[in-house]
């Protein structure tokens, strides 16, 4: 993260409701610490950066810990990440944000947009990083994923193909992703009963940030994840699957082609694993395969929504097909 950003636009009463720090200790922290450094508007008036309510936000979660803020107020994002995480026994914040309202977050994941999509034109990737390790920070894994970071990447896809951006703007993007992966996951111990999962592409399939998502999104919901990458045959992950005792194999299926590789690789696997593991098709180009999903009985996805609807009827050994779900914010890139 640039820690040097001091692109000041936010009042006091903004960032006490967005850090949940009251006005006057954010004042305090200021004025006898130097938790945070505002710059000023004409008239006098304090503004904030994205940093600094990043900043308030652990060092308030850091105090309820019983930190002194006279001896945390000058680390780093990076050390009182770790110290906010050693507190929570390894399990960083944003895999239990502050409880905040989902009209809000989606208010405050479309703020973030403007300013993410306006970094990847400006191919900016040190303020993209930026906003993103602070909106994770601020809107909690699943809402980042979902309100944020999925439109963004739908985006960027839809000005690929129209030219306005190039390949290598979406190179960038995912470069970032993988950066942060550290960040999103969830590291909190899972429990002994806890279902296991591989996480792959099928052959061909080079693009693999649909299918890192939809790991991390499968780890908060409390599974055993093993993710292999991408473009991996359907023997490699049949073999995974019997190595971890796997539930279920979630794939991810971005560009379609006239092959006939994908259906072939989807029917072998399905052949392979049985049909006591269930198999999961997300992916941008899944909809491209549906017939044959539905003749094999593979569970379509349509969005992480209704990926994290099909995870908990699993968990419960459910398999009933979850319904389609319609949610244009939330595709699955």
């Not at 004042?27 to 950066?49: C, D, I």
């Not at 960083?92 to 989606?106: G, I, N, R």
């Amino acid at each position: 993260m640039d820690e040097t950003d001091n692109s000041g636009q936010y009042l006091i009463s903004t960032v006490a409701k967005r850090s949940g720090v009251k006005s006057e200790r954010v004042r305090a922290w200021e004025r006898r610490y130097q938790a945070v450094t505002p710059s000023r508007t004409v008239g006098g008036h304090r503004l904030y950066t994205d940093l600094d309510i990043a900043r308030l936000k652990l060092l308030n979660v850091a105090t309820k810990h019983g930190h002194s803020i006279s001896q945390i107020a000058r680390l780093s994002l990076d050390e009182l990440n770790c110290l906010v995480r050693g507190e929570e026994k390894l399990q960083f914040l944003v895999a239990q944000p502050e409880s905040t309202d989902t009209a809000e977050k989606q208010t405050l994941a479309q703020a973030y947009m403007a300013k993410c999509f306006a970094a990847v034109t400006a191919f900016d990737a040190v303020a993209l990083e930026s906003y993103f390790e602070n909106a994770v920070v601020e809107l909690g894994t699943d809402a980042f994923i979902e309100h944020l970071l999925t439109p963004l990447l739908n985006k960027i896809g839809e000005r690929w193909k129209t030219g306005e951006l190039r390949p290598v703007h979406e190179h960038m993007v995912s470069a970032i992703i993988r950066s942060l992966t550290y960040i999103l996951r969830n590291n909190a111990p899972l429990a002994a009963t806890a279902p296991s999962m591989v996480v792959s592409t099928p052959i061909g399939q080079m693009h693999e940030l649909g299918a890192l998502l939809a790991a991390i999104m499968a780890e908060i919901k409390g599974w055993r994840v093993t993710y292999l990458g991408a473009n991996l045959p359907a023997e490699e992950i049949a073999a995974a699957v019997k190595f971890t005792a796997a539930r279920a194999v979630t794939l991810s299926i971005s560009f379609a082609t006239d092959d006939l590789v994908i259906p072939k690789e989807l029917r072998r696997l399905k052949k392979l694993c049985g049909c006591d593991v269930a198999l999961i098709v997300g992916g941008r180009a899944a909809g491209h395969y549906h017939a044959l999903l539905e003749e094999i009985g593979v569970l379509n996805i349509s969005s992480y929504a209704h990926f994290r609807d099909v995870l908990g009827q699993l968990e419960t050994g459910y398999h009933r097909p979850v319904p389609l779900t319609e949610s244009a914010e939330m595709q699955w890139p």
